[in-house]
């Protein structure tokens, strides 16, 4: 892997112990010039990324250590420079590679001395190899420095002046606002209300705003409640608790809150209705309840925004719970982060029908629906070729497109959109408008090169041309805010960033990169404890030079024109010629007898610490959202597949990475004719397969990756569950699972089911085969979604060899019956949530019965006859399936798709009869005799009053059915 790269897929555990480093580096005034000059030129997207290109340098890692007073062993080389207008500071990978190994050998060194405790041996290619087992060790040996140091200087962490009293408003602050949020809840469900009783049946939008509303209620009164007792105990909160991380109240929120994102735009467009209408109630509370839903969705990013100014006014050596405010921070980032991308997702989708219907001149090449990810719509204008006018401009992951448009003349250009920054859920000003789209530019975004930023409203972008000729865009904004939003969508396209004037004021903190402690220390003032003598501070400051048109690094200067550069940093390499280098910059062994003769060992001039390296790296499990290739990683294990499905066959493996555990690779076995469908169906099943990967919950069965050798398409790599499918393991353990198991199990599939609907997710195929049972008898669902792509692109001609036997557990509405030449074949229709609460009902009648669906017809052609007859399948003996239990399953077969339940209501009504059932039991066997003549006969009572008259029989271990 290239070293210009961080590594790929770091796991949870891997990017919280990057935050908390990050946020103990982000005290420390000496390393403010690295982590700046990174944030400027790189623009990093994560914590993570953020602390890999800074040590990446190698030269960073230096100033640490020169504050716990090691010495740099050995003399400097001078065989090369830094040169600060060269990309990268001019560090090729060898100069990185010295000053890191300088690193390793003085941290050996302070082990050897006692300043540090031993840890992990570390190697060069653990920071250059691109593994994340090797990065997590460098953050481990960091963590250890840092340690050393709070331990041996704890004023090495410099607060603003009046961090206490900053840290108080921001509590305080943080107070106010749950206070406000949780009046705007209470706000929200009234208004939803009474909309509500102004419809009939009630619309699921608002029904979702109902149904969310006391999870909601009760998980921020929680959350109130211990922050108000917070503050009581200053610098010692317990963040986890306050926020619930160790229960599931806080993912129920965050469920709640993905739903009311996913319908966010379908509200709207209710609400619309009423804005329009004549009634003055009504509309008054509609525009309450919109403006009010999309203040609730933001309520994950202000906790996050509030949490990082605590933290930033927060010291690790006086609070003994800054690591559990570290991953509060970690954790609302990424819950903030996750609701935008659900909401940019929506949006895309509804935006692709949009430039459906008002697309009126566009190229044909140009497919909203294959360009990626909307991430921003607005109207700007643009200057093109000396010609200024209003366009509307959209910025996709993979395209940026201008158009132009008549807009509404009866709506000022000041008035077309007030609010920003624009929402990841809401429209923005262009989609809003209804007039004609005519394409006019369309860039690829790898071809973005420069943005100039200038002072006042404007910005212009540099793009190569078809031609491959430079281009320029010159925008204006009108607001502070747009031009932010752009600015900051922007930067993370092109390769490099130039300012020519000043920015707009409230532009100015994310372009500047000055230390925001700037004035926060006198000349002669403790640097949080410490004297800057004692390890003298230095920052780089973005700002153009004389000699050159890009940003330069300044040298600032002491009072007594001393350079405040480390003397164990960097020397002075600033100014042009300067042929000075860092005495990090070594040879690769210590001068014999460093330490003394006695103690020198194996040529290196110290002695060698006692932790052996480990023999293998450890393997650091995957980020769940992405996709990782693992072609060449699985064995296939024997010579058959190990099952059989409709569309795919199963094999057994192992994973290198894993090879104490199998896994499970499904193989496609469909394969298409025409090249142009089948390089579709790849795209279409990427996309699948990447949303897969996203997910994780409990009941839902982890996506590990995929591979292509296994067959014509990527096959998908999950953990094998030796229990294999729930119709499987009903015949095995069927007749020792008790009613109440039953219901514990469909309760599992209900509550996976719920996760993918409000994920957006149709699972299309739900069966007892694609219900896996995991090694502690859970339910996990599978294969979501995979049938009807096959479905999509086989066409009706080959959909029984697509569609297998699950004929017998789907709607009727999916298949419809055509006649060609007398003979009766099927189509499949896009399947949709209602379908798949009625495939639920089929699975409870299944694990209720332990026998599928028509069990009694034989083949799967006859079973579509007698469903488009309208005949369902028959009801087992009251002693499987009680009255309450069928008229649940009935409720999910309604002909009326309306007239089913949502996920939510089916999980709800599933866990109810679970309750009643455990009841029951607790109720009967509470005070149960010990006799076991009389145990049995209190067993067939029980088991006839409460589910029909049953045969029991008696042998040696007890009573059996």
């Known amino acids: 892997m290239s070293f210009l790269q961080a590594p ?24 403010h010039p690295w982590l700046n000059y990174i944030r400027r030129t790189k623009h990093p997207a994560s914590t993570f990324v953020l602390c890999w290109e800074t040590f990446a340098l190698g030269v960073p890692l230096g100033t640490l250590l020169d504050l716990l007073g090691s010495p740099s062993p050995g003399e400097p080389i001078r065989d090369f420079t830094i040169d600060t207008d060269k990309p990268d500071l001019g560090l090729g990978l060898p100069h990185r590679e010295k000053y890191f190994t300088t690193f390793i050998q003085r941290v050996q060194l302070l082990e050897v001395q006692q300043k540090i405790p031993y840890g992990e041996v570390l190697r060069v290619q653990d920071l250059f190899g691109g593994t994340t087992s090797g990065f997590a060790k460098v953050l481990k040996t960091v963590g250890r420095v840092l340690h050393a140091l709070q331990e041996s200087y704890p004023g090495v962490f410099a607060l603003p002046k009046h961090a206490p009293q900053l840290r108080e408003d921001y509590i305080q602050q943080l107070i106010e606002t749950e206070r406000a949020h949780i009046a705007t809840l209470r706000m929200t469900g009234d208004s939803a209300e009474l909309l509500s009783e102004d419809m009939r049946p009630i619309n699921p939008c608002l029904d979702c705003l109902i149904v969310n509303r006391p999870p909601l209620r009760q998980y921020h009164d929680r959350v109130l409640q211990r922050l108000e007792m917070a503050v009581k105990t200053t610098l010692k909160e317990d963040w986890d608790r306050i926020f619930s991380f160790e229960t599931g109240a806080r993912n129920n929120a ?15 467009d209710i609400l619309q209705k009423y804005l329009d209408g004549s009634q003055a109630l009504f509309a008054s509370h509609a525009q309450m309840l919109l403006n009010n839903v999309s203040i609730l969705l933001t309520r994950t990013s202000d906790y996050s925004f509030l949490l990082e100014k605590i933290l930033s006014v927060t010291s690790p050596a006086e609070s003994p719970t800054y690591d559990l405010l570290c991953n509060a921070v970690f954790y609302l980032r990424e819950a903030s982060e996750n609701l935008d991308e659900m909401g940019r997702l929506v949006r895309t989708m509804r935006s692709t029908r949009i430039f459906t219907g008002r697309a009126f001149t566009w190229r044909a090449d140009i497919d909203p629906s294959q360009i990626g990810t909307l991430l921003l719509d607005d109207v700007l204008g643009v200057n093109v070729s000396g010609t200024q006018g209003k366009y509307s401009v959209f910025l996709f992951e993979m395209m940026f497109l201008c158009c132009t448009e008549e807009l509404d003349r009866e709506q000022a250009d000041d008035q077309l959109y007030s609010e920003y920054p624009v929402r990841a859920w809401a429209f923005g000003p262009a989609l809003q408008q209804k007039t004609p789209l005519h394409l006019v530019l369309a860039i690829p975004t790898s071809r973005l090169k420069l943005l100039r930023t200038s002072d006042g409203d404007m910005f212009e972008l540099d793009y190569i041309d078809e031609m491959s000729a430079t281009q320029s865009l010159e925008f204006s904004t009108t607001c502070a805010e747009q031009y932010d939003q752009w600015h900051s969508s922007l930067e993370g396209f092109v390769p490099s960033l130039h300012i020519l004037r000043n920015p707009p004021d409230s532009a100015r903190s994310s372009l500047e990169s000055t230390d925001e402690r700037a004035g926060i220390l006198s000349e002669d003032e403790d640097a949080g404890g410490r004297r800057r003598s004692h390890a003298r501070s230095w920052s780089i400051i973005a700002r153009k030079g004389p000699r050159s048109e890009s940003s330069s690094i300044l040298l600032q200067e002491t009072s007594d024109q001393e350079s405040l550069l480390s003397p164990n940093l960097l020397p002075r390499f600033f100014g042009p010629g300067s042929q000075e280098v860092s005495p990090l910059a070594i040879n690769t062994t210590f001068p014999r007898g460093h330490l003394g003769v006695n103690e020198a060992v194996n040529g290196l001039g110290f002695l060698v610490p006692p932790t052996p390296p480990p023999d293998s790296e450890p393997y650091v499990e995957a980020d769940p959202t992405t996709l990782l290739d693992l072609t060449g990683h699985i064995r296939k294990e024997g010579s058959y597949p190990q099952a059989h499905g409709g569309f795919a066959d199963v094999w057994k493996g192992v994973w290198d990475r894993q090879p104490d555990s199998w896994v499970a690779i499904k193989v496609l076995r469909s394969r298409l004719d025409d090249t142009q469908m089948e390089r579709k169906m790849n795209k279409r099943l990427a996309r699948e397969l990447s949303v897969w990967k996203r997910l ?22 999950c953990p094998w569950l030796e229990q294999g499918s729930v119709s499987k393991y009903m015949e095995r353990r069927g007749d020792i699972l008790s009613m109440t198991d039953r219901l514990q199990l469909l309760c599992e599939v209900a509550d996976g089911l719920n996760y993918l609907h409000e994920n957006l997710i149709v699972h299309g195929d739900l069966t007892g085969s694609n219900i896996l049972i995991d090694d502690d008898g859970k339910a996990r669902l599978c294969d979501f979604g995979l049938s009807s792509i096959v479905a999509e692109f086989c066409g009706s001609s080959s959909l029984t060899s697509c569609i297998g036997g699950a004929v017998r557990w789907a709607d009727a509405s999916l298949y419809s019956l055509s006649s060609d030449d007398d003979e009766e074949s099927q189509e499949m229709s896009r399947p949709t949530p209602r379908n798949d609460i009625y495939s639920y009902g089929s699975v409870t009648l299944e694990i209720l019965s332990g026998r599928m669906p028509y069990f009694y017809i034989k083949t ?45 209501e089916v999980l709800r009504l599933i866990k109810a009869l679970h309750h009643a059932s455990l009841d029951h039991r607790r109720h009967t066997y509470e005070e149960a005799p010990t006799h076991p003549a009389t145990i049995l006969d209190l067993r067939r009572h029980t088991l006839e009053s409460h589910n029909g008259p049953h045969v029991w029989s008696v042998d040696e271990e007890g009573a059996s059915p």
């Not at 790929?8 to 390393?31: G, M, T, V, W, Y």
């Open 8 to 31: 790929k897929a770091p796991s949870d555990s891997l990017r919280r112990e990057a935050r908390r480093i990050l946020a103990r580096l982000d005290l420390i005034i000496e390393f």
């Open 860 to 904: 799967d052609a006859q079973v579509i006859i007698e469903i488009h007859r309208g005949n369902k399948p028959r009801r087992p003996a009251h002693s499987f399936v009680t009255d309450a239990q069928w008229a649940f399953i009935q409720q999910c077969w309604s002909a009326n798709q309306d007239e089913r339940p949502i996920s939510a």
């Open 696 to 717: 994780d919950h409990k009941h839902v069965l982890k996506l590990l990756g995929t591979v292509s050798d296994f067959g014509p398409y990527d096959s998908m790599v």
């Open 254 to 268: 965050i469920g709640a809150y993905r739903s009311i994102c996913a319908i966010y735009l379908q509200l709207a």
